[in-house]
C-alpha cells in the first residue's frame, strides 16, 4: 500500500491554520498520510530541488495554480488510486510565490488564488474528505 506524504513549505505561522492541519493530520495517522514540514528558507528552485531528492521512489504533485482542477468525488478516485499503489504519492504545497516552470504532474485546488497555508489547509481537509468519501461515511454529506 502505498502511503501518501504531504509537503509543506514551513510550518504555517498563522495559529489557526495550524491548529487545523494539525486537526486534520490528527484524523489522517491511521490513513498512511504523513504531512512533512520543511524550512521556508529556501527559494522555490531549492524547494522543488529538495523534493526530488527525498522522492526517491513514487510520484511528486505540486499543487498549483495551473494544474488540473477535480471535484472532490473524482480527487477521491484519485486518492484511491494512490493509496492501491505500491509507492508513495508526494504532495508538494509550494511557497508563497508559488513553484518555478516545471515538467512535474499539477493538481489546482481552485482558479482562485490563496495564502499558501490556507492551501495547505484546503489540501488536508480534501485528503481527508477523500478517505471519508471511500469509507462511505456521511462526512462528504
Known amino acids: 500500500m502505498g502511503r501518501i506524504i504531504i509537503h509543506l513549505h514551513g510550518k504555517p505561522k498563522d495559529k489557526s491554520l495550524n491548529s487545523l492541519i494539525k486537526k486534520y493530520s490528527k484524523r489522517l495517522e491511521l490513513e498512511s498520510v504523513k504531512i512533512i514540514e520543511h524550512a521556508d528558507n529556501l527559494s522555490p528552485d531549492e524547494y522543488v530541488s529538495k523534493l526530488l531528492k527525498y522522492v526517491k521512489k513514487g510520484e511528486l504533485i ?20 494512490w493509496k492501491l499503489k505500491s509507492e508513495d504519492t508526494h504532495l508538494a504545497i509550494g511557497p508563497a510565490s508559488g513553484f518555478p516552470e516545471h515538467k512535474l504532474s499539477k493538481i489546482s485546488l481552485s482558479q482562485m488564488t490563496f495564502p499558501h497555508e490556507l492551501a495547505a489547509v484546503f489540501l488536508v ?17
Request: no cysteine; proline share 0%; glycine share 6%.
Open 62 to 81: 505540486l499543487l498549483d495554480e495551473r494544474g488540473i482542477e477535480f471535484d472532490s468525488l473524482k480527487f477521491s478516485q484519485l486518492v484511491n488510486s
Open 125 to 141: 481537509e480534501q485528503v481527508y474528505r477523500s478517505m471519508q468519501i471511500i469509507k462511505g461515511t456521511k462526512y462528504h454529506k
